[in-house]
Every structure is written in C-alpha cells, then in structure tokens.
C-alpha cells in the first residue's frame, strides 16, 4: 500500500499525440515532485511543487508540462514527446519543500514508451 | 555539485547472509542528509534508512544498519540476516540542507540479489 498513486501505470504513445500521467499522495504533504528515471542514469529531478506553488524546474523541455490544483494532486502533461523521453516517471511528496530535510516518498511510477 | 557514486553496479548475497553496499559522496556542504532508497520490482521507491550528517551515531532500522564516514564522505549500507524481499535495486541520496526545493541527489544504484 503507498501513500502516493499514479496512473496510468504504463503509457504508450506517439510522438504526435498529447497525454497526461497523474499522481495523487494521501499523505497530507504540501510539497510534491515529479522525477525521471531512465536506464543507467540517477534519477532527474523534473519540477518541484510547494503549496500548489511551482518551485522548481530543472531545465526541463517544454513538451513537459506541469499541473498542481492542489496539494494533493500533481498532474504531468506530455506532448509532441521524443523517443528518447521513454522512461519511468516517478512521483512524489514530501511535508514541506520549504522546511529541510523532510523525506521523500515515492510512487510506483508511470512506464512512458514514446514510439 | 552533490555527486553520488555507487560503485557496485551488482552484488549478490546468500540468504541469511550479511552484505554490504558502498555509496561515496562529494559535496562541500556540512550540513545534509543522506538516504538509502530501495527499488523492488514493483520500481516504487522505499526509504530504507536516513542519515542526518551532524548526527555521529549511525542510523540503524531493524536489520538495516549505515556506516557513515563524514570525513572520507562514505556512507555504506549493511543488510544483515538477508532476506528474498531485500532483492532489489538499492539507491544512495544524498540531500542539501537548505530551504526551498528539498532535492535528492541519487547514485547509479546497486542491484542485490538475495539467492536461497
């Protein structure tokens, strides 16, 4: 059982279409997170999210696009993708962003295939 | 830059075997936290353990164990009484002490592999 889900758990998609991976924490966190994981790579951190308010974006191609209603959802909007953004997309939250040290937890993670 | 170094890309472990993990870090801060992240196949990333680096005593969690080395900046994972669930990918993370974007810093992962 984890606190944060995302969905869909696998995507396929085409270079032209537009989707979206959505992530939901029931952990009572103000702080949430995308990052990406790709083979034989660290994890990327993509954006980061405090009270609904984006704080960070890592330098992150436009074709990503985030979305945070509220602190509890965390939506990322993907179009006119590469094949080379085919990797696991992981979600996450945290207490507050704002506050040190506070860990990080994880969802299972979203498998993007862009063909 | 924080960088993490796994330097063992795949380790195996008889099970009720003890193992060890090496993880080595470069920063300039003093202050930070340090993470072990494990990754079943499921990929959901689990805490395992947490290291605050102003703490001397080494974190322990059940039959997870850290030897942290702030002056050699090394920060190793000791599993004892190896279990088939502890097969996993096993991530070092290395995190700034700092306000706004709490940012992990992960290592290339170690794969372990518990055989019965």
């Known amino acids: 059982e984890t606190g944060v889900t995302q969905t869909p758990r696998h995507l396929v998609m085409g270079m032209t279409n537009k989707k979206s991976l959505k992530c939901e924490q029931h952990l009572g966190h103000n702080a949430m997170y995308w990052y990406k994981q790709s083979a034989k790579k660290p994890l990327e951190l993509m954006f980061v999210?405090?009270?609904?308010?984006?704080?960070e974006n890592n330098s992150v191609p436009s074709r990503f696009s985030p979305e945070c209603p509220n602190s509890s959802h965390l939506f990322l909007h993907l179009h006119t993708l590469q094949p080379e953004d085919s990797a696991l997309y992981l979600c996450?939250?945290?207490?507050?962003?704002?506050?040190?040290?506070?860990?990080?937890?994880f969802g299972e993670g979203s498998w993007l295939t862009v063909v | 830059a924080q960088t993490v170094t796994q330097s063992q890309p795949e380790m195996s472990v008889q099970e009720a075997e003890t193992v060890t993990l090496s993880c080595t870090y470069d920063t300039s801060e003093n202050n930070y936290y340090l993470f072990w992240y494990k990754q079943p196949p499921s990929r959901q990333m689990i805490l395992v353990i947490r290291q605050e680096a102003y703490k001397q005593q080494n974190a322990t969690e059940n039959r997870f164990s850290v030897n942290f080395q702030k002056a050699a900046k090394s920060f190793s994972l000791k599993i004892s009484d190896s279990q088939l669930g502890d097969t996993a990918m096993y991530f070092c993370a290395f995190m700034k002490l700092q306000t706004g974007a709490n940012n992990l810093f992960f290592g290339t992962g170690t794969r372990l592999t518990v055989i019965p």
């Open positions: 999210y405090n009270f609904k308010e984006q704080t």
């Open positions: 996450a939250s945290s207490r507050d962003s704002g506050t040190t040290g506070n860990t990080i937890y």
